[in-house]
């Protein structure tokens, strides 16, 4: 079962647009901040920690694709749960479910969703402008509870 993370988010006046609501490039910097806090919940340290510790220059994204179900408003409070689904040689997938309150308190109503595929790269010793993928240590595997 891979290690899931969930954090409360509360929308902001700026990520809406004229008609109040999410505007939808402002759901992929939440579901990136996500993946961010993802990473740091399972490894135990933050993203300037982690990519000193495993010596990476990012884990930038190389596809997307989002599904947008309700809209989301200006206040409300919603929760982005998220979770590795894949992890290939250097590659892994992240799905992202954003959960507004449903009519009841305790039920949450899925409002969208996000799907990634990132790369952990390094430095290119040849041509250090350049990035390269690297494989995924077995211990951030096993983190992920992807080993």
């Known amino acids: 079962m891979s290690f899931v993370n969930r954090r409360s988010v509360t929308i902001e ?7 109040g609501i999410v505007f939808y490039p402002r759901y992929f910097a939440m579901f990136d901040w996500s993946t961010a806090s993802l990473l740091a919940a399972a490894l135990g340290i933050g993203k300037p920690d982690y990519l000193r510790h495993w010596n990476i220059a990012g884990i930038p994204m190389v596809d ?3 599904r947008f179900l309700l809209p989301a408003s200006f206040g409300d409070e919603v929760v982005i749960e ?3 689904t894949e992890i290939g040689r250097s590659s ?3 799905h992202h479910r954003l959960l507004k309150r449903g009519e009841a308190a305790q039920d949450e ?8 595929k990132r790369v952990w790269s390094v430095r290119d010793p040849s041509d250090p402008a350049r990035l390269r993928g690297a494989p995924v240590p077995a211990e951030v595997r ?5 080993a």
């Open 142 to 146: 096993r983190m992920l509870g992807c």
């Open 13 to 19: 006046w700026g990520d809406c647009d004229a008609a």
């Open 109 to 116: 109503v899925l409002g969208a969703e996000c799907w990634e």
């Open 64 to 66: 997307t694709r989002a």
């Open 82 to 84: 998220s979770r590795v």
């Open 92 to 94: 892994f997938s992240v």
